[in-house]
């Protein structure tokens, strides 16, 4: 029997919005002040469902872009760079209403979610940098990433490179063993290279909330701080303990409580 009083989860849905060439599909949730997730390379938005109900329930609409090549997203997919990405992301922004929104991105996801902001700053009040790399970083670490997608390989081998490079010990990496998608692994690799990292670092002016994981291999702690020295108050810095680059599967009521916390802070 359930509770009269029990809290029901906002429905979701799912429709096709236009942007430009590309065609986008978005999971949507929730009502109040919009928040657009965008996933990290090579992956799609269902990685977010804990985390967007999360949100949802708290007061916003949450909306999912799924990046060109996931699910039912489609639109050209060579010779891009973040600019396209971050249209992609304005279109469905657009398409709500115009926001203006508060974008969080995972990983890749952070660059196309500054990108967009430094683009259309009308349509972003805020950007949440979940699990971002620090400015420089090995580039072994970039390969590692392509590994743990290359599902032409042992999943014993596949799983060496998550545990290294996307989870914490003791939290379970084989839950991305799927999920990835190649093609669109490699558009994105290919997007970001393509694009001057002085383009989107800043993310314009817009408040910036950089949520770190304590054991990214991505952001050594000794880069903790580099944001914020470079951009001063308007960058926020949370660590989030028993962590690392997945961050999202590891510790999803954490990273909703305190985006939550800090959207509510932020002046309409």
Not at 93 to 115: E, K, L, T, Y
Not at 116 to 125: F, Q
Not at 239 to 253: F, K
């Amino acid at each position: 029997m359930i509770a009269t009083g029990a809290a029901k989860a906002p429905e979701r849905t799912r429709e096709i919005v236009a942007a430009g060439e590309a065609r986008i599909e978005v999971i949507a949730e929730g009502a109040g002040p919009l928040v657009v997730l965008v996933p990290s390379r090579g992956r799609d938005s269902e990685d977010y469902d804990e985390v967007a109900a999360g949100i949802a329930k708290a007061g916003y609409r949450v909306l999912r872009p799924q990046p060109r090549g996931t699910c039912r997203s489609c639109g050209p997919m060579r010779g891009l760079t973040l600019h396209d990405f971050a249209r992609d992301v304005a279109a469905v922004i657009q398409h709500a209403g115009g926001g203006p929104a508060v974008i969080a991105g995972h990983a890749f996801g952070n660059w196309v979610a500054r990108m967009t902001a430094a683009d259309h700053p009308r349509l972003v009040r805020g950007v949440v940098i979940l699990a971002a790399a620090a400015k420089t970083y090995p580039k072994a670490l970039a390969e590692a990433v392509t590994r743990s997608a290359d599902a032409t390989l042992p999943d014993d081998e596949r799983l060496k490179y998550l545990r290294a490079t996307f989870f914490a010990p003791g939290h379970d990496a084989s839950v991305w063993l799927e999920g990835w998608y190649p093609e669109v692994n490699a558009s994105q690799f290919a997007a970001g290279r393509a694009t001057r990292q002085e383009e989107w670092w800043g993310a314009g002016c817009t408040p910036l909330l950089d949520l770190q994981a304590a054991l990214d291999p991505f952001k050594p702690r000794e880069t903790t701080n580099e944001l914020r020295d470079e951009f001063g108050e308007r960058v926020t810095i949370v660590v989030i303990a028993d962590a690392s680059h997945a961050l999202i599967p590891e510790q999803p009521a954490a990273v909703v409580e305190t985006i939550v916390a800090w959207m509510r802070k932020l002046a309409r």
